[in-house]
């Protein structure tokens, strides 16, 4: 019977800034669509990114304020918020300030420089200063996560006062898409060709997308093959652990038990044999 083929080729065809386009080939007919939408489902929700999780504004007590000389009011100042995207070298929350003065436009390049958080997207809008006279002061916290997050998800026992809790985006890819499309491997031409395209936010490269989601595929497959093996020693070891209880049973089981000729009995009682398993180790 004919075995099924695993793909023979992965090939990056094209990359271009934060795209990539990949080629798996060949795939058994019917696993293209199967390594596909597994790949992109897995792509889309479960590799880890950082973004803003609170924010804190001077002057702003609730996301439907208003703020002086800022064109943009709380909520339109949040949303871009959430599309700012970032490098991060911590595994704790960390807070970062962004404090701006005068006419001008507000962009993620203005938050403050530390060692713990690098801004990719630095001409991301922020808000709009119309004012010479404006004071801009905002803080706010990041960190990491897996795909998206409500607010109504996240613990705010001890919120800080005049922190306000968004929606985080935390998944570091904007798009993937793939296609299927039939190819011939010796005489069959249903076999199938897998082309991907992964699109990132510039926090990692769609090579290290499509390395990472396999990797956490090929861990969950590797885990239920394993659960199997152990659970087949599991069943070995238990028929074993009977075995050596029936073989102790019948050691331990008296001669005169036996239905043995008077004969026989008297001879084994002179010999002092009194267990089944004191004649064993005699004849041994």
């Known amino acids: 019977m004919e075995g099924i083929i695993v793909p023979q080729t992965?090939?990056?065809?094209?990359?271009?800034?934060?795209?990539?386009?990949?080629?798996?080939?060949?795939?058994?007919?019917?696993?293209g669509n199967t390594l596909g939408n597994?790949?992109?489902?897995v792509m889309l929700s479960s590799l880890p990114g950082a973004a803003v999780s609170g924010v804190k504004i001077k002057g702003v007590s609730h996301e439907f304020s208003t703020l002086e000389h800022i064109k943009e009011d709380a909520v339109e100042i949040i949303l871009n918020l959430k599309k700012v995207r970032f490098n991060m070298h911590s595994e704790e929350p960390v807070k970062l300030k962004l404090v701006s003065k005068g006419k001008k436009e507000i962009k993620a390049g203005d938050f403050e420089k530390i060692s713990e958080v690098e801004v990719v997207n630095k001409d991301?809008?922020?808000a709009t200063a119309v004012h010479k006279d404006t004071d801009f002061d905002?803080?706010?916290?990041?960190?990491?996560?897996?795909?998206?997050?409500s607010v109504e998800q996240k613990e705010n026992n001890n919120l800080e006062i005049g922190m306000i809790l968004i929606d985080s985006i935390f998944s570091p890819i904007t798009n993937v898409s793939y296609e299927v499309e039939n190819m011939r491997v010796g005489q069959r031409t249903d076999y199938d060709r897998l082309r991907i395209i992964v699109e990132t936010d510039g926090t990692i490269t769609p090579k290290e997308v499509l390395s990472e989601s396999s990797r956490i595929l090929a861990d969950h497959f590797s885990f239920?093959?394993?659960a199997k093996e152990a659970k087949k020693e599991e069943e070995e070891l238990e028929v074993e652990q009977v075995e050596e209880e029936e073989e102790d049973e019948v050691m331990g089981k008296l001669v005169q038990?036996?239905?043995l000729s008077t004969r026989t009995a008297n001879a084994l009682d002179k010999?002092?044999?009194?267990k089944v398993g004191d004649l064993v180790q005699r004849s041994e």
């Open 10 to 31: 992965i090939k990056l065809e094209k990359e271009e800034a934060n795209v990539g386009h990949f080629v798996i080939e060949p795939c058994y007919p019917g696993y």
């Open 38 to 41: 597994a790949l992109r489902r």
């Open 124 to 126: 991301q809008l922020i």
């Open 138 to 149: 905002m803080e706010v916290v990041i960190e990491k996560g897996r795909g998206y997050v």
């Open 224 to 226: 239920i093959t394993g």
């Open 257 to 259: 038990e036996l239905n």
């Open 271 to 274: 010999a002092k044999i009194r």
